[in-house]
């Protein structure tokens, strides 16, 4: 068990660098705990209860820290004024042709329809999200 410890530690620490939030440090530290367990001479099924008590608890410890501060650093934008409002379809909207815009206070988005259903031009809609570059449309009521 001692290099499948070993191993664990590795690997959810490479998982770790290759992605931008923290999502498997708390299994490595829980991996390094149940390493240390081995090596006082544990049982099997004791150095797994280890593993996973230690895994959650430092998950359930600090999560809520690292949420912050891996979430903070999103800066909000005024773009997000255009939802909600009534515009005008410009270009037809299709999202199996990957086709459609509007404009919104004298810009021009490129929008899909919220339910897939085609929109023509010249209908009124209301923008309900952004993804990326294109705004979430539904038919204005």
Do not use: Y
Request: proline share 4%; charged share 15%; net charge positive.
């Amino acid at each position: 068990m001692l290099f499948f410890w070993i191993a664990a530690i590795v690997v959810f620490i490479i998982i770790e660098a290759a992605t931008a939030n923290l999502v498997t440090v708390w299994f490595a530290v829980g991996s390094a705990a149940a390493l240390l367990a081995e090596r006082l001479g544990a049982a099997i099924w004791l150095q797994a209860l280890v593993f996973i008590a230690v895994s959650v608890g430092v998950l359930l410890t600090l999560r809520p820290f690292t949420k912050k501060f891996v979430n903070g650093s999103r800066h909000p934008t005024n773009a997000d004024r255009v939802l909600g409002t009534v515009c005008p379809v410009t270009e037809d909207i299709d999202n199996i042709v990957g086709s459609g815009a509007v404009n919104v206070d004298g810009k021009s988005w490129t929008a899909r329809s919220r339910d897939g259903m085609p929109i023509e031009k010249g209908a009124l809609v209301r923008p309900l999200a952004i993804e990326g570059v294109k705004l979430i449309v539904e038919r204005a009521q």
